[in-house]
């Protein structure tokens, strides 16, 4: 069958009419089973009431008005973030890449107000994904993002990911900025150690390079803290959210301290949508459910009862999975390069349970984060099948 859409993307041959909870519907009503929640975005399960409901209301009264006018609820979701967090100033967008966006701009700004405009450079890690606007994909590396897409923008490095003697080699008075994901998500589902984002904090101090987190991924309460660096006490500059945050409605936004968001003046960027009323209705409603002592009490519960079922999975078929990686509910296995991660979740697939697959061969999950023990024990028991059939035909 032809197709009118750009040829990027290669779903299954599978339709979902709905979701409810952890489950998502087919047209034969057939349950399924969610532990990927729209890659870590569903973080309150699908068509949660507190999310319905704040739409619903705001849906009949008032649904734009851009930032030409004042929308309270900005003040009040900002406020919020900055209670949660090292923050002091936000900006609100519509997606993870429109969010490093800004916050990479912020970052080059501060210097320049400070009388280093030459000082561009930002450290970034090997497998870090930051998105796919042109910023974004200079600013992860990849060369599979990069492919194509013209010249390599000047001012990123790489770096081997939580190498301590790399970083001290690499970074100087004329480093801008170290951007990095607590938690990397597509690189492979790989936490950074906390002894290295205090090595961070520490070297950008000493050389006044600023210190940016990625949260899109592993911010929003997914690994049983607001943000996955709380579980430091390493704070950043700045910081990118998204995914989470929004709950499956399209909402980021980059945080800032207010020694480096406050050169953010009029005229220095802007977004049409960023903000939008309906995106802070959902935004408010979900924040006030994440933060509830429950929902992060239960992201460590059940992700330390997760964790120990993939333990064990990976005890039990040593001859598939490598090891068992991640944090809270964002939680990877590394597979033995005969089987392959993407093919993994396509016989998991064929048991009802939707998981993705990252970077470095890993199968992921990053289910939302209300699920209980027994939707472990059914995810993890398709996943048994999956690996007992993986195992039968040799390779997935
Ligand atoms: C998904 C993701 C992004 C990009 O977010 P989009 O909303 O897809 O633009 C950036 N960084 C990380 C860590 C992500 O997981």
Redesign the pocket.
């Known amino acids: 069958m032809t197709s009118n859409l750009i040829p990027s993307y290669a779903p299954p041959n599978l339709i979902f009419e709905r979701g409810s909870g952890v489950y998502l519907f087919d047209g034969n009503g057939e349950p399924w089973l969610d532990f990927i929640a729209g ?2 975005v569903n973080a309150l399960g699908h068509c949660h009431p507190a999310l319905t409901s704040a739409l619903h209301e705001q849906t009949d009264r008032l649904w734009h008005v851009s930032n030409m006018f004042d929308v309270p609820m900005r003040e009040q979701l900002a406020a919020m973030y900055c209670e949660s967090s090292f923050a002091d100033l936000v900006f609100f967008t519509n ?6 966006e800004g916050l990479l701009k912020a970052a080059r700004r501060f210097h320049f107000e400070n009388g280093q405009p030459d000082r561009i450079e930002v450290l970034t890690f090997q497998g ?6 042109y910023g ?1 994909i200079n600013a992860g590396g990849n060369p599979a993002y990069l492919k194509g897409f013209g010249p390599a923008m000047a001012g990123f490095k790489q770096l081997p990911f939580a190498d301590e003697q790399a970083f001290i080699d690499a970074i100087s008075h004329d480093t801008a900025a170290v951007l990095i ?1 607590p938690v ?3 690189g492979g589902v790989r936490a950074a150690p906390e002894g290295f984002l205090r090595l961070l904090r520490a070297k950008c101090d000493e050389t006044g390079a600023l210190l940016l987190y ?5 911010g929003a309460g997914r690994t049983g803290k607001l943000f996955a660096h709380q579980w430091t006490d390493a704070e950043p500059d700045g910081m ?1 959210v ?2 989470g945050v929004g709950g499956g409605f ?1 909402l ?1 936004a980059f945080l800032t301290s207010q020694k480096v968001g406050q050169h953010m003046i009029v005229g220095t960027h802007g977004s049409t949508y960023g903000g939008n009323p309906l995106a802070m209705a959902v935004g408010i409603a979900l924040w006030n459910e994440i933060t509830k002592p429950e929902t992060m009490a239960n992201v460590i519960e059940t992700g330390g009862f997760l964790k120990q079922q993939l333990a064990r999975l990976a005890d039990e078929f040593p001859d598939i999975i490598m090891e068992s990686r991640g944090k809270g509910l964002l939680l990877g296995l590394k597979l033995h390069e005969q089987f392959i991660a993407r093919e993994m979740t396509g016989l998991a697939r064929d048991q009802g349970l939707l998981i993705g697959a990252a970077g470095d061969n890993v199968i992921r999950m990053a289910p939302p984060l209300i699920i209980t023990k027994d939707h472990v024990r059914e995810a993890v028991a398709k996943l048994e099948k999956a690996l007992h059939t993986a195992r039968k035909s040799g390779t997935s």
């Open positions: 890659i870590a997606s993870g890449t429109e969010a490093i870090a994904f930051h998105g796919r606007s974004a994901e990397q998500g597509e990625d949260e899109i991924q592993c990118a998204a995914k399209p980021g």
